[in-house]
């Protein structure tokens, strides 16, 4: 199989060099960085250098920006080989899955929108790594048209390299679970970090607030895109942190312990059912081994 690799960023590298160094596919990359293009032919990350103009790919991997990756997909959609698989990881779905699902169609062409869920604080090429998508999540998100041969042909690459979950869902779940799950956390950890303690938190810090303050360091550019493009479900999400937020300071301020203990427990409630289920998940995937 040879397989495209556009963008060349964290994901886009760390998809090249495991792809090379757990499976014999032919791998060419992409990129407008000619710098990173030589060095991932330098690390042999890459075969060669290549365009989805080509038309040669049975599988292109767009990983770029939504804002960049729509366009660019546009652009190339009339060249993609007939039969091949256009599949991308974009942060966001949405709508983009809907239009190039019906496009793609048209063109003899099969998408699938995919997020692989995982990263490091560092960005660019060089942070990459072939053992990134290790044991993670990566999320796929058919829709009506998509075929189904192309989502279990995607699925079976992502085990190859290295997920460890696939979860299907619709794209409109997908961009709220992902306002939820990571929009939000980028926020509160932005927020978090403005305090008059930050200037010496390091000396009376330990986890919690290593936690807290670890995606604090986020390119600006690209998540305040990114939440641009997702503002009506991360505004949801968001409100509903403020509220929340709001009944544990009020307990506070009227020095109301019954009610600050109830806040408290229903919190650790919540988090033990999601532990719960977490484990009788892995426990039901190690018996279906």
Known sequence: MKILVVGMGLIG????????ARTKYTVHGCDVDESVLQAA????AIDDIG????????ICIVCLHPRVAQPCMKQALPFLKKGSILMDMCGLKGQMVLEFTNACRIAGVDYVGTHPMAGRERSGYFASVPNLFD????????????NQEAV???SALAKEIGFGKIVLTTPHRHDDM???TSQLAHIVSSAYVKDDCMDDAVSFSGGSFQDMTRVATMDEKLWASLFMD???LLLHHLELLIAHLSEYRTALETQDEAALKLLIADGRRVQEENVR??????EEKEQNA
């Open 51 to 58: 365009k989805m103009e080509d038309g040669v790919y049975d």
């Open 178 to 180: 992902i306002a939820y």
């Open 41 to 44: 032919l330098a690390d042999g």
């Open 277 to 282: 289920r977490k484990k009788h998940d892995l």
């Open 13 to 20: 590298g760390s998809v090249c060099k495991v792809l090379k």
């Open 230 to 232: 997702n503002r009506l």
């Open 152 to 154: 279990e042909k995607v």
């Open 135 to 146: 044991r993670a999540n990566f999320i796929i998100t058919p829709t009506y048209g998509t």
